[in-house]
C-alpha cells in the first residue's frame, strides 16, 4: 500500500496537519494536493439512545483543484486508505467511499469533495468466515479478527474492566474475553457481515462502540471505573480512568448552542435470539439432487405365479453434503463417480452410495412387466455394497472401514437427547438388487456406528473418550421388505416426539463438532442359504430432543425479558435484539457463548453491580434506571480539544448538578471546531 497524495493543512492556532491518502499497488512519488476551507471534517453517528452498539464516522475531503483524480475510486471498500495525522498522531482512519465524489463540471479550479468511511465502518462488506477448524472462537480472537478485517491501524482500543468469569477474577484482572467462547456457526449460518457480529457483541455488554481519533473506545455508559488500554493486537494494556472537563476551560467556538429533552421509557424489552441448529446434521439435500450416477432396475419374483412380481428401481448421486465411502476390491478408497459407483458402475467396488428408491407390485403380461401403480413413489436411502457378487469368500474389504460419513455443527449439546431413526432393508448374494422379506433371528442384523461429539463418544450405554467406541442399532425382526429401528424411549424419558434409537446428553453438555459414521460391521453372518450383499438404509435421520421440562419463551424459541414501570402511562422502548445470549434452558444453540465449558448463563461478574448477572436482564435494569426520567441532550460548538475522550465526564457550569457524556460531534480540523454532542448521564447502577 504506497501513498499516492497529502494534503498539508494548518488550523486557526497554526497546528499542523496532514491527510494521507494511500492507493492498493502503489509505486512512485507523493502528489501534495491543495486543501480547500475546512479540509476534513469528521462527523460521528448522533443516535441519542446511549447503548447505540456502534457509534462509527464518516469523514469529508475537501480540495482544490480541476484534476478528476480518478484513480481513488474503485469498487473496492478498501481500495484507497485515507488517514489524518497531527504530527505523528492518528487522528482518522478510513476508506475512500467507491465510486463516490462531488466536483462542479468546468474547466476552473474548483472544490473537490471527497467521502471517505472509518475503517470499522467498512466491516458493513464484509463476510464473516470461519476462523478455526473446530468452529469455536475465542471472543479475544474474534476481536482480533474483526480490526484486522477492519484494517484501520487504530493506535489502541480502550476494554473496560467491568466483566470477569467471578469477583476473584476480577481483581486478578483476568480478561474475560480469553476464556469466553463463540460458536461460528452462529454468525455463519446467518451469512453475517462483520459489522453485524460487532453489533452483538456490543449489545451483548451494553457497550458502546467509538471509533474516535484514530483509536477505539469500548464505553459502558454506567461505568466510570477502570478501562484497560489495549494496542491493536490486544496482546498488552495499560489502565486509566475516565477523567473530567468543565466545558467552559476549553472554550466555546460559536453561539449555535442547543438543548433538548429526550423522552423517557418506563418498558424495555430484549429478545434473546435463539439461533439452535435446524437439524442435528449437515442434511443433504435430496429434493435437489442432480448429478446421477447411475440407474439399475430388477423385476423379480415374489412366487412361482406370474401374476406376483415386484419392481426395483435404484438411482444413484453424487453426494453434495454427506460422505459416502467407496473402496476397491484391495480396500483401496476411490473417488465418487459413475464409473465407480458400487451399486450402479463397478460392481468389483464396496462402499455405499447416495440414492433414491422405488418399489412397486406387479404382473407379468405378454412377457413384460406392468406395474400396479400409476407413477412411481420415491424414498431417499443410503445403499451399501458390503459382499462381493454370488460370492462372500472373494470379498478383501475390511468391515471396519466407514461406509458413510456424516457431520454436524460444532456447539455444546446438552440438556437433551439424540434419536437416530431409519428403516433397513437387506439384499442378498443370489438375487442382487432384491429385498428380503423373511424372518431372521432377532437382533442378529444390525448396522454398527461410531459417533463423536468433540472428544467424546457414545459406546452404546455411555460417553467415553475411547475413540474405537461403537454401538449396534437394532431393527425390528418383523416379517417385511423394510424394518424399521426398535424405539428405545421409555415412556418415562422426558422426550416428546421421539421415535428410535435414543441416545440421551449428559445434563453437562458436551462441546464439540458433531460426527457420525456407518461402518461395516453387523452383517458378515450367513442368512439361511445366502449372504447378504448389500444394506439399504431409507429416510436416515438424526435429531435433537431437548428435555420435556425446558420450554422456550418468544417466537421461533427467542426467549423474551422485559421490565416495565408504571403500567398505566406506557412509554416503550424498541425492542433490542440480542444476536449473542445467554443459556435459559434453550436447548443446543449456536447463539449461547461457553464459559469453561459450559453455556454461560446468570454467572458473568459485571462490577457495575457487583455480583453476578444474566446480561440480558442487566441491560434492562440499566435501560429502566436511565430512561425512568427525561434526560438533557446538549449541543455546544466548542474549541477542538484532545482533553475530551469517549469515556470523559463533561460538566458545564450552567447546570452543575449534571454530568454529561459524548454522543458524537462534528470535527473541523481546519476550523478548530468541535460541535460537540453530549447526553445527561446518571449514576452508575445500582
Not at 306 to 323: A, M, N
Request: hydrophobic share 35%; net charge negative.
Amino acid at each position: 500500500m504506497g501513498q499516492r497524495y497529502n494534503i498539508h493543512f494548518k488550523d486557526y492556532k497554526n497546528t499542523a496537519y496532514d491527510v494521507k491518502v494511500y492507493i492498493e499497488g502503489y509505486v512512485g512519488q507523493v502528489t501534495e494536493l491543495l486543501g480547500a476551507r475546512s479540509a476534513f471534517v469528521v462527523e460521528g453517528n448522533d443516535e441519542n439512545f446511549v447503548y447505540e452498539s456502534i457509534r462509527s464516522s464518516t469523514a469529508t475531503l475537501t480540495l482544490l483543484g480541476s484534476d478528476l483524480l480518478l484513480d481513488l475510486f474503485s469498487i473496492n471498500n478498501q481500495y484507497a486508505p485515507v488517514k489524518l495525522f497531527k504530527g505523528d498522531k492518528l487522528m482518522w482512519t478510513g476508506y475512500i467511499v467507491p465510486e463516490q465524489f462531488t466536483q462542479p463540471y468546468k474547466p476552473t479550479p474548483d472544490n473537490i469533495s471527497i467521502d471517505c468511511i472509518s475503517a470499522i465502518g467498512t466491516l458493513e462488506n464484509i463476510r464473516y468466515k470461519q476462523q478455526n477448524e473446530d468452529a469455536f472462537i475465542k471472543v479475544v480472537d474474534l476481536l482480533r479478527y474483526i480490526l484486522k478485517s477492519a484494517n484501520g491501524g487504530y493506535e489502541k482500543v480502550y476494554i473496560p474492566h467491568v466483566y470477569a468469569s467471578s469477583d476473584s477474577d476480577y481483581t486478578e484482572n483476568k480478561f474475560l474475553f480469553d476464556d469466553l467462547v463463540l460458536a461460528e456457526e452462529n454468525f455463519i449460518s446467518e451469512d453475517n457481515y462483520l459489522n453485524e457480529v460487532l453489533e452483538y457483541l456490543c449489545r451483548f455488554f451494553a457497550w458502546s462502540l467509538y471509533d474516535y481519533e484514530g483509536s477505539l473506545y469500548f464505553v459502558d455508559p454506567d461505568w466510570n471505573g477502570e478501562y484497560h488500554v489495549y494496542n491493536e493486537d490486544l496482546t498488552e494494556y495499560d489502565t486509566v480512568y475516565p477523567n473530567e472537563v468543565l466545558l467552559q476551560n476549553i472554550g466555546f467556538a460559536g453561539s449555535d448552542h442547543t438543548i433538548d429533552i429526550e423522552k423517557g421509557y418506563n418498558k424495555a424489552t430484549v429478545k434473546a435470539i435463539n439461533n439452535a441448529p435446524e437439524s442435528m446434521i449437515d442434511e443433504e439435500p435430496y429434493d435437489s439432487l442432480a448429478d446421477l450416477l447411475g440407474k439399475h432396475l430388477v423385476d423379480g419374483k415374489i412366487t412361482d405365479v406370474d401374476s406376483e412380481w415386484r419392481r426395483y428401481i435404484l438411482k444413484t448421486y453424487k453426494p453434495v453434503v454427506w460422505e459416502p465411502k467407496i473402496y476397491d476390491a484391495v480396500g483401496g478408497e476411490v473417488e465418487i463417480n459413475a464409473d465407480n459407483d458400487p451399486n450402479t458402475g463397478n460392481l468389483k467396488n464396496f462402499g455405499s452410495s447416495i440414492a433414491k428408491i422405488s418399489e412397486c407390485d406387479g404382473h407379468i403380461e405378454d412377457g413384460v412387466f406392468v406395474p400396479n401403480v400409476s407413477e412411481y413413489s420415491w424414498d431417499n436411502a443410503v445403499v451399501c455394497r458390503i459382499n462381493s457378487l454370488r460370492s462372500y469368500e472373494d470379498k478383501s474389504w475390511g468391515l471396519n472401514n466407514p461406509l458413510l460419513l456424516i457431520k454436524g455443527g460444532s456447539l455444546l449439546y446438552v440438556y437433551g437427547a439424540i434419536c437416530l431413526s431409519f428403516s433397513l432393508g437387506i439384499y442378498n448374494t443370489t438375487y442382487e438388487y432384491q429385498l428380503e422379506n423373511r424372518e431372521f433371528e432377532e437382533g442378529k442384523y444390525a448396522p454398527v456406528f461410531q459417533l463423536r461429539i468433540g472428544n467424546w463418544y457414545w459406546n452404546g450405554t455411555s460417553w467415553t473418550m475411547d475413540s474405537s467406541s461403537t454401538f449396534r442399532v437394532e431393527v425390528s425382526n418383523t416379517v417385511g421388505y423394510w424394518r424399521s429401528v426398535i424405539n428405545t424411549k421409555t415412556v418415562d424419558d422426558p422426550y416428546t416426539g421421539a421415535n428410535g434409537y435414543l441416545i440421551k446428553l449428559p445434563d453437562s453438555g458436551l462441546y464439540g463438532d458433531f460426527e457420525l459414521k456407518l461402518l461395516g460391521k453387523g452383517f458378515s453372518a450367513p442368512w439361511n442359504d445366502f449372504y447378504i450383499s448389500r444394506i439399504g438404509l431409507k429416510d436416515l435421520q438424526v435429531k435433537y430432543y431437548k428435555k420435556d421440562d425446558e420450554n422456550f419463551e418468544g417466537e421461533n424459541g427467542d426467549r423474551v425479558y422485559e421490565n416495565v414501570v408504571n403500567e398505566e402511562y406506557m412509554t416503550e422502548l424498541d425492542e433490542q435484539e440480542f444476536g449473542i445470549s445467554t443459556y435459559n434452558n434453550d436447548g443446543a444453540s449456536f447463539s449461547k457463548p461457553l464459559l469453561n465449558g459450559f453455556y454461560v448463563t446468570d454467572n458473568i461478574y459485571y462490577a457495575g453491580e457487583t455480583g453476578l448477572v444474566r446480561l440480558e436482564e442487566s441491560y434492562i435494569r440499566r435501560i429502566i434506571n436511565r430512561y425512568q426520567v427525561t434526560k438533557i441532550k446538549l449541543t455546544q460548538v466548542l474549541k477542538n480539544s484532545d482533553s475530551i475522550h469517549p469515556f470523559t465526564v463533561l460538566y458545564d457550569n450552567s447546570m452543575v448538578s449534571k454530568k454529561f457524556m459524548l454522543l458524537s460531534g462534528v470535527w473541523d480540523y481546519e476550523q478548530n471546531t468541535l460541535t460537540l454532542s453530549m447526553i445527561e448521564n446518571g449514576d452508575k447502577v445500582s
